[in-house]
């Protein structure tokens, strides 16, 4: 796939499929300052429309908790880097702070991500699962969903999901997250 620079920041396969690994690229510094517009990354989708800002309370609870994210079970590295590259530039565009997976100060919940595809014709479906745990190990929320898009390439499965698809997947997330980080707290 195109996104290269994220795979070339990884030490290995398993670091693209955990997102508390990647770094910052300067592709996705320059979309995030761009706010939202392509910066002439073609493997990277414009962020949607940000959402309404969030009341400074609400806020101030997002910001103050540490999200990380666990290694993503089901994903390829081919789909997982725009995802993970994703998620990590929303989440900064949403003001959550993400812990890394070498962090020494302990996260205040844990995402762990499960995901599948399934072509149906013309179409290929990405499931997803996201777990949000507190520290201690306590189920306290899940995000679900799905995603449909033509498919690229050929075959089945995997190697026709676009980039924009796990970008999507990415953007509805960390939405979620931030909007039952906002219920939680009020």
């Known amino acids: 796939m195109s996104a290269l620079a994220v795979v070339a920041a990884c030490n290995s396969p398993r670091d693209a499929l955990d997102p508390s690994s990647i770094k910052p690229t300067e592709q996705s510094n320059a979309l995030a300052s761009a706010e939202g517009t392509d910066a002439g990354a073609p493997a990277i989708a414009p962020a ?22 666990a290694p993503i079970v089901g994903t390829p590295v081919e789909a997982a880097t725009p995802l993970t590259e994703r998620l990590n ?60 898009a033509a498919s690229t390439g050929t075959g089945e499965g995997w190697p026709t999901v676009a980039p924009t698809t796990m970008q999507a997947i990415a953007d509805s997330t960390i939405d979620q997250l931030v909007d039952w980080l906002a219920a939680r707290a009020g």
């Open 89 to 148: 530039l929303r989440a900064r565009t949403r003001g959550i702070t993400l812990a890394g997976s070498t962090d020494t100060t302990p996260p205040g919940i844990i995402m762990r991500g499960y995901f599948s595809a399934m072509t149906e014709g013309a179409n290929t479906t990405v499931v997803y699962v996201w777990d949000v745990y507190d520290p201690a190990g306590t189920r306290l929320h899940r995000i679900n969903g799905q995603q449909s």
């Open 48 to 69: 949607p429309a940000t959402p309404a800002p969030l009341s400074p309370q609400t806020a101030a609870i997002v910001a103050k908790t540490r999200v990380q994210f």
